[in-house]
């Protein structure tokens, strides 16, 4: 059964993840341009905290030396600490009139990867960068791969081998492989193309609409788990891009899932409320809450930002 996380309310909740030193959940609110996390038992009734930011985040993780990375929207930004001063990594080359950062997290090298979305959605202009600082290298942003009009459903396998991405507006998830040691994507493949929202679709009418792909992770027997936005669900699919399982959640535009709890069962699902129509809220009066439910398969744990 899922139930909501008391004072989680966002306009566009996204990019969880579960701190495993903290027992904290992260995730962020992006047009509300703030940082959230719980301090509490998950289980009892956690206060939330919040942090506002200049800009709207995009993306995160937690750094192995404490405090986060965080795309904003013309660059990726260190805070040493909760609420600190933010320090510029990289600044990336693209008008932030227009575009600005969105899905990302770390590999398990300690990269910190992020796309790029255009919010007038009238072209194909968004890329996928990794920031690699380790070692005490000066950060260095490399795009790895491009032609996206919304980066959204990054993910690895367990194993490394392989890296999801999706185009949300194309409705689309993609699969590379990928040399993780020497940072290569090679032979980029759909893992699986869905239909498009019919036209004059609405939330209340009769036709049926899956949704569109939104924020993903990965599990511990290496399925895929996607958010599928507008579509009130998460899909799970194996690496060969089977439908393995559906999971109807209580909200209508769920954004990203992940896993966390002590033992990385418990699954957390960011959502959006901004811009709904007023009968679906009413309908689903936990969008823009993270909801949460315990889960028969475990997750992964978090990746750390290294430098």
Same mark, same amino acid.
Request: aromatic share 10%.
């Given at each position: ?14 990019s ?7 027992r904290s959940l ?7 341009r ?7 038992e998950?289980g ?7 942090? $506002? ?9 937690p750094?192995?030396?404490?405090g ?10 260190r ?6 001063? +933010? ?5 990336v080359?693209h008008?932030?009139r227009s575009?600005?950062?969105n899905?990302g997290?770390?590999? !398990?090298?300690g990269r910190?990867?992020a ?11 968004g890329?996928? @960068? ?12 490399t ?6 009009t ?8 367990p194993?490394?081998?392989a890296?999801?991405w999706?185009?949300?507006a194309?409705?689309?998830?993609s ?15 759909v893992?699986?193309?869905?239909? !498009?929202?019919p036209?004059?679709?609405s *939330?209340?009418?009769?036709?049926? @609409?899956?949704?569109r792909p ?9 399925? @895929?788990w ?8 998460? +899909?799970?699919? $194996?690496p060969?891009g089977?439908q393995?399982?559906a999971?109807?959640v209580p ?7 992940c896993?966390?709890?002590?033992d ?6 960011? *959502? ?14 936990? *969008? ?6 315990? *889960? ?8 750390f930002?290294?430098?």
């Amino acid at each position: 059964m899922w139930t909501a996380l008391d004072d989680s309310l966002c306009q566009l909740g996204e990019s969880p993840f579960w701190h495993p030193h903290e027992r904290s959940l992260y995730w962020l609110d992006i047009p509300g341009r703030a940082v959230l996390r719980t301090r509490g038992e998950i289980g009892g009734k956690p206060t939330v905290e919040r942090w $506002s930011l200049p800009t709207e985040p995009g993306c995160m993780a937690p750094a192995a030396r404490g405090g986060l990375v965080i795309a904003l929207r013309d660059g990726i930004y260190r805070a040493r600490k909760w609420g600190g001063a +933010l320090t510029v990594l990289a600044h990336v080359d693209h008008d932030a009139r227009s575009m600005r950062f969105n899905d990302g997290k770390c590999d !398990a090298q300690g990269r910190f990867w992020a796309g790029t979305l255009n919010e007038a959605k009238d072209r194909a202009s968004g890329a996928l @960068y990794c920031l690699d600082a380790r070692g005490g290298r000066a950060p260095q942003l490399t795009r790895m791969a491009e032609g996206v009009t919304t980066a959204n459903g990054l993910a690895f396998a367990p194993d490394a081998a392989a890296l999801y991405w999706a185009d949300t507006a194309a409705h689309c998830v993609s699969v590379w492989d990928w040399d993780a040691q020497a940072n290569r994507l090679a032979r980029p493949r759909v893992l699986r193309q869905f239909e !498009a929202k019919p036209e004059g679709w609405s *939330s209340t009418s009769a036709q049926r @609409y899956q949704g569109r792909p939104d924020g993903a992770t990965v599990d511990a027997e290496g399925c @895929y788990w996607v958010a599928m936005f507008e579509g009130g669900q998460l +899909l799970r699919f $194996s690496p060969l891009g089977e439908q393995v399982a559906a999971l109807p959640v209580p909200v209508q535009c769920p954004t990203m899932p992940c896993f966390g709890g002590d033992d990385l069962r418990t699954l957390f699902v960011t *959502s959006a409320r901004r811009g709904r129509p007023a009968d679906e809220l009413e309908q689903r009066p936990a *969008s823009g809450q993270v909801i949460a439910m315990r *889960s028969e398969v475990s997750g992964l744990p978090v990746h750390f930002f290294a430098e």
